[in-house]
C-alpha cells in the first residue's frame, strides 16, 4: 500500500498471463443471475497497481460470485492533478486508483491478466467532469462502468448540473469508441446512492429513469 | 449545497462555527453530523458543503471571521487536504488564532499519529478521529470555545495558542 510511484507496463505485465477474450459486463451479470448465484461487488481501489492488481486477484479468487472494482481516487475524480503528483511523490496514500495518472498500458495488463468470461471489472468514479476518466477507461480496454450526469454531480461536485449533463453527453462518444475494439460498452445507472444521501425513493426512480433515456439516446447501453 | 443555522433572537449571542468539507471530499453524512453536534453545543452554523475548494473556504471566513472552524472528512484524504487548508487559513490575518480543527476519517487505514502530528504543525488547534473518544474530546473542545469566548478575560486562550505555536516550534 506504500508502494506508490511512477509504474510502467513490464512491472505488472510480467503477471499477466493470457489475453482473455471480452466478456462483457451485463453477460457476466446475467450469466450468474441464471444460475441464481448472488453476486458480490467488494468496491475497492487502491493508489498503486501491484496493489489493485492483488486486490482485484483476491476478490476473483474468493469463493462466492464477484464482480472486480476499480474505484478512482478522489482527487482524479475532481481532475485534480497537482494532488495526485503531490500524493504520488509524497508516497502518500490515496483513496482510489488514478486511473488517469497511471499509464493506460499498466491498467490494461492488470485487465488482460484477470478480466475473463466468468469476471468482470467495473470502474468506479463519482466525477460529473469524467471526460479524461473515459479516455483512461477507453484505452484500457475496459467495457464497464457507472454514474451519470446527475447523480454524479449532485452529490459529488459544485459543478452545475447543465455543465455535468454536456460532459456525459461527450463521455458517451467517447465510451462508444470500445465497440471498435470489439467490446460493448456498459453503463450501470446508479441511482442508488441519491437515495441514500439525500433523496426519496420516488427520485430514485426518476433518475433511474432519466439515465435509461439518456444513455441509450447517445450510444451507450444503461442497466441497473 | 451551503445552508446555515436558523437564527434566533439571541444571535448576537451565539458563536458562529464554519462547518467545511475538504476540496476532494464529497461526502454530506458526516457534515450533517457535525452541524447538529455544533448546535447542540449553541453555535451558529454556517455549512460550506462538500469538496468546498481551499479558495472559497478561506475567502469566506476571512469575510466573516467566525469563532471556530471545523472540517470535517471521511475520504481518507484529510491528512493531506486538511494541511493545505489550514496552511491557507492562517495566512489570512485574522484567522491567525481563531480555533481550526478537523476530525473523520482522515487517511485509508486507521488513525494514525503521524496524521495527526502532522496536521497539528499545519496549524490545526485539534485533531480528531473517528472514534466515540474522540467525540467526546470534540465535545469537550467546543464547551471549552465557547467559555474562552465568552469569559471576561480570553487571556487564557491567548496563551493556549502561544503554547501550541510554541510545540509547533520545538517538533
Not at chain 1, 176 to 199: M, Q
Not at chain 1, 202 to 212: D, E, G, K, P
Amino acid at each position: 500500500m506504500t508502494r506508490a510511484g511512477p509504474f510502467h507496463a513490464r512491472e505488472v505485465s510480467a503477471f499477466a498471463g493470457r489475453i482473455a477474450p471480452p466478456a462483457p459486463f451485463g453477460e457476466v451479470i446475467a450469466a450468474a443471475t441464471a444460475r441464481g448465484r448472488l453476486i458480490v461487488q467488494p468496491r475497492m481501489g487502491m493508489g498503486d497497481p501491484v496493489d489493485m492488481r492483488a486486490g482485484l486477484l483476491a476478490v476473483k479468487a474468493a469463493n462466492a460470485s464477484t464482480v472486480g472494482t476499480i474505484t478512482v481516487d478522489s482527487y482524479t475524480r475532481c481532475n485534480d492533478d497537482e494532488a495526485v503528483r503531490r500524493a504520488i511523490a509524497r508516497d502518500a496514500q490515496l483513496n482510489g486508483y488514478p486511473i488517469v495518472a497511471h499509464s493506460s498500458d499498466v491498467t490494461s495488463a492488470i485487465v488482460k491478466e484477470l478480466r475473463d468470461a466468468s469476471f468482470a471489472i467495473q470502474v468506479r468514479h463519482g466525477s460529473a467532469d469524467p471526460q479524461r476518466i473515459f479516455e483512461a477507461v477507453v484505452a484500457a480496454g475496459l467495457d464497464a462502468t457507472e454514474g451519470g450526469p446527475i447523480s454524479y454531480c449532485l452529490p459529488y461536485s459544485r459543478l452545475p448540473l447543465a455543465d455535468s449533463v454536456k460532459n456525459w453527453a461527450v463521455c458517451c462518444q467517447t465510451f462508444g469508441r470500445l465497440r471498435d475494439k470489439g467490446y460493448e460498452p456498459h453503463l450501470e445507472t446508479l441511482a442508488a446512492v441519491c437515495s441514500a444521501s439525500y433523496a426519496r425513493l420516488v427520485c430514485w426512480w426518476l433518475l433511474a429513469c432519466l439515465r435509461r433515456c439518456f444513455f441509450p439516446s447517445r450510444g451507450c447501453a444503461a442497466c441497473r | 449545497m451551503k445552508t446555515e443555522s436558523r437564527t434566533s433572537h439571541r444571535a448576537d449571542r451565539t458563536l458562529e462555527a464554519v462547518l467545511s468539507s475538504t476540496s476532494s471530499d464529497s461526502h454530506m453524512w458526516n457534515l450533517i453530523f457535525v452541524q447538529l453536534m455544533l448546535e447542540e453545543h449553541g453555535y451558529r452554523v454556517t455549512n460550506l458543503g462538500a469538496c468546498v475548494p481551499v479558495e472559497v473556504l478561506a475567502d469566506r471566513c476571512a469575510a466573516q471571521p467566525p469563532a471556530l472552524v471545523v472540517l470535517s472528512t471521511v475520504n481518507g484524504h484529510g491528512h493531506l487536504d486538511g494541511a493545505l487548508a489550514v496552511s491557507r487559513l492562517r495566512q489570512v490575518p485574522s484567522l491567525a488564532i481563531t480555533p481550526i480543527v478537523i476530525g473523520g476519517k482522515l487517511g485509508i487505514q486507521a488513525s494514525s499519529s503521524d496524521h495527526a502530528q502532522h496536521l497539528r504543525v499545519a496549524g490545526f488547534d485539534a485533531v480528531f478521529g473517528d472514534t466515540a473518544a474522540d467525540l467526546s474530546e470534540f465535545s469537550a473542545f467546543l464547551r471549552r470555545v465557547a467559555a474562552d469566548a465568552f469569559a471576561d478575560e480570553p487571556l487564557a486562550r491567548r496563551r493556549c495558542r502561544q503554547d501550541t505555536v510554541r510545540d509547533r516550534a520545538n517538533l
